[in-house]
């Protein structure tokens, strides 16, 4: 019988591994071509592996709570048709072995070790999930390391975690600091009881992931945010007279935001230094590529940020028409894993709520993130061929936080002003 390998595929820019959280079909269920059979969880995004063909399901080379890499053999079906030499790979095996598809037992990975011992990542790797769900609890890596020695059964799970709190942290260091050098955050402690007129409510995956990539950005990169105001009302007028023929013609509504894009790729050209990642050994990655993420939020009040890539090779039309998919499908959870990472520059409105302005912390590993204001009726001056007047305009406010390290003031306020500049001086495309 033909035996077919499924493995871990690529998921996107960074990512090389992820957690197996559940296995959605049993070893000799019978599976369908693109039925779900695995769920995985990186550090950015959850997602499915869809069965190759159909067959049944005769393997599984990683148990839940396990870290393949991309490009690992994860499971095999047999989709019982004959062929003439079978050859199903496991991921320990040799040149000169026989075609083996048991994966060793877990004991010969993960050996009773003491507390003393130090604990090699390589040999008892700890999920990203289950690093990020232990540091939004305020348990280090230390302590992950010396609860997985002790216990000596491999992958930790959320329930280890959440035992190792109620056992009140025997391993907690004290004098443990942050990154920055600051005493550790005092929290209420991890039995806090809820008092009268409170409720305790436990963080979802994605919103823990969320807190830690918020404060992560904030500890490596130091925010300066600077506003502009644009007087948009030419755009306003252009766009209220073409949405509805944009809308037949296209298919898709001509919302602001791709407009927004075209200005900051426009910008991002001018001043290819926004559009860059700081590397730790002070070394500036300078981007040829513009990828830009949208910040979209979600109905359950979390926040995803899908990116539309190359961006630049993109017209009015194919933007609005890739900015609708993606959020669309964002709302849903359809994303692929690749679809959220790699971005550039991101954009997040903070007008859908009604908001004039904010400070928006950056995308790690971005430069700069700039946040958009509500459309606001003002008053302002026009100036009509020398002559000064009072008006009804349309404003925008725009703030952009930017990385300090490699962003001066000058520099980001320059940034920020041109796109300001290109919203007030719209030139719309003859064709879109």
Do not use: C
Request: proline share 6%; no cysteine; aromatic share 6%.
């Amino acid at each position: 019988m033909a035996k077919i390998e499924v493995e871990l595929p690529a998921m996107g820019e960074g990512i090389i591994e992820a957690t197996i959280t559940r296995w959605l079909a049993d070893i000799n269920v019978t599976v369908e071509e693109d039925d779900p059979i695995v769920e995985i969880a990186t550090d950015k995004v959850d997602s499915e592996i869809p069965a190759p063909v159909s067959g049944v399901l005769i393997k599984q080379f990683f148990s839940e709570g396990e870290i393949p890499k991309v490009g690992e053999i994860i499971a095999v079906i047999d989709d019982g048709k004959e062929e003439q030499e079978e050859t199903v790979k496991t991921k320990d095996e040799q040149p000169t072995a026989n075609v083996e598809v048991n994966k060793p037992e877990k004991q010969t990975f993960h050996k009773p070790v003491s507390l003393n011992q130090s604990f090699p990542e390589e040999k008892h790797p700890i999920s990203p999930f289950i690093r990020q769900f232990a540091r939004a609890r305020g348990v280090s890596v230390k302590e992950l390391k010396e609860i997985q020695g002790v216990q000596a059964k491999g992958q930790l799970t959320k329930n280890d975690i959440y035992e190792y709190i109620k056992a009140g942290r025997p391993y907690r260091d004290l004098k443990t600091t942050t990154q920055v050098g600051t005493d550790t955050p005092k929290y209420p402690s991890e039995d806090y009881q809820p008092r009268e007129g409170e409720e305790l409510l436990v963080l979802d995956r994605t919103r823990s992931l969320i807190a830690e990539h918020m404060v992560r950005s904030v500890q490596i990169a130091p925010h300066v945010t600077s506003f502009v105001e644009a007087d948009i009302t030419a755009l306003v007028n252009w766009r209220n007279n073409a949405k509805q023929n944009f809308k037949e013609k296209e298919g898709v509504n001509l919302t602001y935001t791709p407009i927004l894009v075209e200005a900051v790729i426009q910008a991002l050209k001018e001043f290819p230094r926004i559009n860059a990642s700081l590397l730790q050994n002070n070394k500036l990655i300078l981007k040829k590529y513009i990828h830009i993420g949208i910040a979209t939020a979600l109905p359950d009040n979390n926040l995803i940020v899908p990116v539309v890539k190359h961006a630049d090779r993109l017209s009015l039309s194919k933007l609005a028409l890739a900015i609708s998919d993606l959020t669309s499908r964002a709302r849903t959870g359809e994303l692929k894993p690749s679809e959220i990472t790699g971005g550039t520059f991101t954009i997040t409105n903070l007008g859908m709520t009604g908001n004039i302005s904010g400070t928006p912390i950056i995308n790690q590993p971005e430069s700069a993130i700039l946040a958009v204001g509500a459309i606001k009726k003002k008053p302002g001056v026009v100036n009509n061929n020398g002559t000064l007047s009072i008006g009804i305009r349309d404003i925008l406010t725009l703030s952009l936080s930017y990385d300090h390290r490699i962003v001066d003031g000058a520099l980001g306020g320059a940034f920020l002003s041109r796109i300001g500049e290109l919203l007030e001086n719209y030139s719309p495309p003859k064709s879109y």
